[in-house]
């Protein structure tokens, strides 16, 4: 009997107090990063904790208590020696070097990925149907037909009417009427349905909307430079190349909307929902997106520089070519970023 209630508090010693096991159960993971050379801090903490979680185990955020010794742990090293960054991750399951030639975000994203993909077979193929571009001399051979890319941001379900549209007047603003030969600048507009109208080339900087459906219209070119939308709908716009310098959106829905070549400078889109946007080559410098969530948003070749991104949330949000110089990524999450 005495053997047996002996075997019993073992195989339960064993169960409760194993590292192993405790990965592979609900127990939480947690994330620790040696960074002594304290390269891009929260870079390193968002991408490491990301990656890990997308592909080996959802890393927690670690308790004002502490954790146990005995806590699934995920350890995660980075140094720099003359130009190259080197990182290792090891846990449960991993045991990988990662290293990267370039600097900021991208060679910091690189040497994780790397790191990962050579702690384990399991994550391989996944990463490579992800990341392919990043570690191409790892990827060559996991390439295959299926591999999924950023889906293309389709405006079809709304779109702009074609033909020249009437003429409307300057003060009482209607839907599907141009108004290219109207000064707009500083005026306040509530409660108004502008669906399909056409304001192309229009001034309306410092102007403020409140309540205004916007649905499909057309902003193109226009001068909207510290314009404020406040809880209104703005689906399918057309801002390409507009000047939004300082430009704001409350509580307003600007999803499947075109920002091409825009200039969104200190742009605030504060706590905004940002769905299927199209935002190449605008210029988002010193752009405020903290606590925002972005889905399927393209951001190739847009200037990001000194742009805040604080408690965002970046899902499937394509940064190729863009230019993320002292980008603050500080507790954003990011899924299936495109860099």
Known sequence: ?????????????????????LAESDAPCYLDIENTDKIEPEIVKNLSS??????????????????????????VSIKKSDETLLVTV???KINGIGESKKSGFDGIQQ????????????????????FSGKIEEKCSHQMSPTMTKLPQIDLS??????GKRRKGICSALQS??????????????????????????VDLS?????????????????NLEKSVFTDSTLQGAIFDSANMQKSRFIQSDISQSSFKNADLEKANFKSASLN????????????????ATLNQVDMTGANLEDARFKGATLNQVNLTNANLEDVDLGQATLNDVIR
């Open 1 to 21: 009997m005495r053997k047996t209630v002996v075997i019993i508090q073992m195989l339960i010693s064993i169960f409760f107090l194993s590292p192993s096991l």
């Open 90 to 92: 090891s846990g449960h």
């Open 276 to 291: 299927q946007l199209i935002m190449i080559k605008a210029n988002l410098q010193k752009a405020n997106f903290d606590k």
């Open 176 to 201: 599907n009427r141009r108004y290219s030969h109207c000064d707009l600048e500083k005026k306040h507009y509530t409660n108004l349905n502008l669906e399909a109208a056409d304001f192309s080339g």
């Open 157 to 162: 379900a709304f779109k702009q009417q074609t």
């Open 50 to 75: 990301t990656l890990i979680s997308k592909y080996i185990n959802k890393i927690s955020i670690i308790p004002n208590s502490g954790v146990s010794s005995k806590a699934c742990l995920y350890q």
């Open 206 to 222: 410092k102007s403020h909307f409140n309540n205004c459906n916007f649905s499909n219209i057309n902003f193109k070119n226009s």
């Open 111 to 130: 040497a994780i990925l790397r790191a990962i993909y050579d702690g384990g077979k399991e994550q391989r193929r996944e990463i490579c149907r992800d």
